[in-house]
């Protein structure tokens, strides 16, 4: 098991004030120090905050694949409208059949 990120106070500043570190706490009890920027309490915790929060990063989205028989059903235009979301411009002069199949790869070619 992963020690966890903790904030936890390591000194002072030459004026009085407490310094805060994050890092992660030893067998001995004492701490281990991840993030060696010297911080007040809250600048520790946002920091916090904000690395546990880009460690729990989001699944990407699953990816719908429009099949060529989908594609077939569609006009000439919203096929070229499809294409367009991936970034291809299709040439509505061309046969339908050759612009469903172009539209069908470049779902994949991303």
Do not use: H, W
């Not at 990120?5 to 002072?12: S, T």
């Not at 004030?17 to 009890?29: F, R, S």
């Not at 989908?70 to 499809?82: P, S, V």
């Amino acid at each position: 098991m992963m020690a966890k990120l903790e904030v936890f106070q390591n000194g002072n500043f030459s004026n009085g004030d407490p310094v805060y570190q994050i890092g992660k706490k030893n067998a001995e009890g004492g701490f281990d120090v991840e993030i060696f920027d010297l911080m007040s309490e809250t600048e520790a915790k946002a920091k916090l905050k904000t690395i546990n929060g880009a460690s729990k990063a989001k699944p990407d989205e699953d990816i719908v694949e429009t099949t060529l028989d989908e594609l077939g059903r569609m006009t000439k235009a919203q096929i070229e409208e499809f294409a367009r979301e991936f970034g291809v411009e299709l040439d509505r002069r061309q046969k339908k059949t050759d612009l469903v199949n172009q539209a069908y790869e470049c779902q994949f070619d991303g």
